[in-house]
């Protein structure tokens, strides 16, 4: 059996140790859990700005068929995206009980959901690679899964879904 010499900083012992043989340990992240149709989905809360339950949508013409519209937000304008639209799932009048509000560098924009939202945290849940299963443009807003109290839930990049959704329907527009 190899001694270790406990004398020796941590930093000594993994210096000479190359990047990509070092174990990545996950920092701790909290995520925001939610439904969208049947479907159960989290991102993380870092890329929230606000959690809206009392809002109300303003129809806007010849927004694409993924946006519901905008809402005011203390003076603010912003557009909000129905998420069952934009991940094209079966499209049930619901009341949108919750708005999540993200900001980029864009802006800021606003997410239909179907249910409230629970926060927790990464230490709560065990995470999964994303399957093959997924096409390549899944893949790209889609960063992994994570399991909680037995359900399963797609770990989802808000604006990046939209960037590449709305690329791929402006390429087939094209055709």
Same mark, same amino acid.
């Given at each position: 059996?190899?001694r270790?010499?406990?004398?020796?900083?941590?930093?000594?012992?993994?210096?000479?140790?190359?990047?990509?043989?070092?174990? /990545?340990?996950?920092?701790?992240?909290?995520?925001?859990?939610?439904?969208?149709?049947?479907?159960?989905?989290?991102?993380?809360l870092?890329?929230?700005?606000?959690?809206?339950?009392?809002?109300?949508?303003?129809?806007?013409?010849?927004?694409?068929?993924?946006?519901?519209?905008?809402?005011?937000?203390?003076?603010?304008?912003?557009?909000?995206?129905?998420?069952?639209?934009?991940?094209?799932?079966?499209?049930?009048?619901?009341?949108?009980?919750?708005?999540?509000?993200?900001?980029?560098?864009?802006?800021?924009?606003?997410?239909l959901?179907?249910? /409230?939202?629970?926060?927790?945290r990464?230490?709560?849940?065990?995470?999964?690679?994303?399957?093959?299963?997924?096409?390549?443009?899944?893949?790209?807003?889609?960063?992994?899964?994570?399991?909680?109290?037995?359900?399963?839930?797609?770990?989802?990049?808000?604006?990046?879904?939209?960037?590449?959704?709305?690329?791929?329907?402006?390429?087939?527009?094209?055709?």
């Amino acid at each position: 059996m190899k001694r270790i010499n406990t004398d020796v900083p941590a930093e000594k012992l993994t210096s000479d140790i190359k990047p990509e043989t070092k174990k /990545d340990i996950p920092q701790e992240r909290a995520f925001a859990l939610f439904s969208v149709a049947q479907e159960s989905y989290c991102v993380d809360l870092d890329s929230i700005f606000e959690i809206l339950h009392d809002f109300a949508i303003m129809t806007v013409s010849h927004l694409p068929e993924f946006f519901e519209g905008v809402i005011n937000l203390r003076g603010e304008t912003i557009p909000v995206v129905n998420l069952r639209n934009l991940l094209n799932l079966a499209s049930d009048k619901t009341d949108f009980p919750v708005c999540i509000i993200t900001q980029s560098s864009e802006g800021k924009t606003g997410y239909l959901v179907d249910s /409230d939202i629970e926060i927790i945290r990464s230490s709560e849940c065990q995470f999964f690679p994303l399957p093959d299963c997924f096409t390549h443009d899944e893949q790209k807003f889609l960063e992994g899964i994570i399991e909680y109290k037995n359900r399963l839930f797609g770990i989802i990049k808000l604006e990046q879904a939209l960037k590449t959704i709305t690329e791929r329907r402006s390429e087939n527009e094209d055709k």
